[in-house]
């Protein structure tokens, strides 16, 4: 039976992938420095020697590595994803990841025939809602994890359990969008790259700041997605978390600035048998990482120790709300009293 509540943490940089793992990560996810993961931000991911390095630093510690590869391939840029899924395997690092992460079933084929020992992870980017989507992707192409979407309810995540032997990954905490993962047209009309193929959600070359008269304002591709006081933070502009004027009032028209923390439901996905918790966050800092990682440790080692008493440290809480969008939570699509 595998380990349930494995926690898999963020690791956008070598530095942030270190402070996982001496927080108490049991595996880091991290990609490659090209639009073959879905975090293609500048400064952001690694090289090849990079990646050996944050590998041997991870496994010296018995941490898994696992390895984003999580877009779709074009045709003219196809041998990229190939070369990509070959590094993973160990070819021009010397040591190989744990598992890699794929959306594409194509590369899932790739991967299979030629690296059979490879592990494989079913990407959130694959929108895998029901055991039978899930199950088909083990039955053609072997995946032994599935990271389900944002969107289930704790009472779908069970059904899905409780009809595949698939190991089921879910978010617990960090960034939510109203999109199916990985699918923003609003990204895509505003900047004309899709998340998918492109590998970045607002991409880094379509934002502005600018300080005006009225305050900082945030632009996308020339869109002004906010405007700030000088007692506010300015946030990084995407489409779904602006504020526009809609019939003379000003507000946070399609989402509200907040993060997914599950902290509370843990006992409930341990008693389901899930077998990791993800941490969202590649693009955020190693002090985020540090102090995420550690406060969720400690919840899911209390959880274990025992399920039926725990309770959400209120400091654990405190600190994951001083890390999240609006300093705000919720517990997402997860809880759905009403149904």
Not at 82 to 95: C, E, I, K, N, R
Not at 144 to 169: F, G, H, K, Y
Not at 318 to 333: P, V
Request: include cysteine; proline fraction near 5%.
């Amino acid at each position: 039976m595998p380990a349930l509540l494995e926690l898999i943490c963020p690791a956008g940089s070598l530095p942030a992938l270190k402070a996982a793992v001496d927080h108490g990560a049991d595996g880091v996810y991290l990609g490659l420095k090209d639009n073959t993961n879905a975090r293609n931000f500048s400064g952001l991911n690694f090289d090849v020697k990079s990646l050996a390095e944050g590998i041997r630093y991870a496994h010296a510690k018995g941490v898994k590595v696992l390895m984003a590869l999580n877009t779709y391939p074009q045709p003219a840029t196809l041998p990229r994803w190939h070369q990509a899924v070959d590094t993973a395997a160990g070819m021009g690092t010397g040591s190989s990841v744990d598992a890699i992460i794929l959306a594409d079933p194509g590369l899932m084929a790739y991967a299979r025939k030629h690296h059979p020992n490879l592990r494989l992870h079913l990407s959130v980017q694959a929108s895998a809602t029901s055991y039978e989507a899930v199950n088909f992707y083990r039955e053609r192409f072997g995946i032994q994890r599935a990271v389900l979407p944002r969107v289930l309810s704790l009472a779908q995540v069970e059904n899905v359990i409780n009809n595949t032997d698939v190991e089921i990954e879910l978010f617990g905490f960090g960034g939510l969008c109203v999109m199916v993962e990985g699918r923003c047209l609003l990204s895509s009309y505003a900047c004309g790259d899709s998340p998918n193929t492109f590998g970045a959600c607002s991409p880094g070359h379509a934002v502005r700041w600018q300080q005006t008269s009225q305050g900082m304002e945030t632009r996308l591709n020339g869109l002004l997605i906010d405007r700030y006081a000088d007692n506010e933070k300015a946030g990084y502009p995407t489409l779904c978390k602006g504020r526009f004027e809609v019939q003379g009032e000003t507000y946070y028209a399609l989402e509200e600035p907040t993060s997914l923390n599950s902290m509370e439901m843990l006992p409930e996905m341990a008693r389901l048998g899930v077998a990791a918790i993800k941490i969202e966050g590649r693009q955020r800092s190693p002090a985020y990482v540090a102090q995420v990682t550690q406060a969720w440790r400690a919840a899911i080692d209390s959880v274990k120790k025992d399920r039926a008493a725990y309770l959400p440290n209120p400091a654990w809480m405190a600190q994951l709300n001083k890390l999240s969008e609006g300093s705000m939570h919720t517990l997402g699509a997860y809880s759905r009293p009403w149904k």
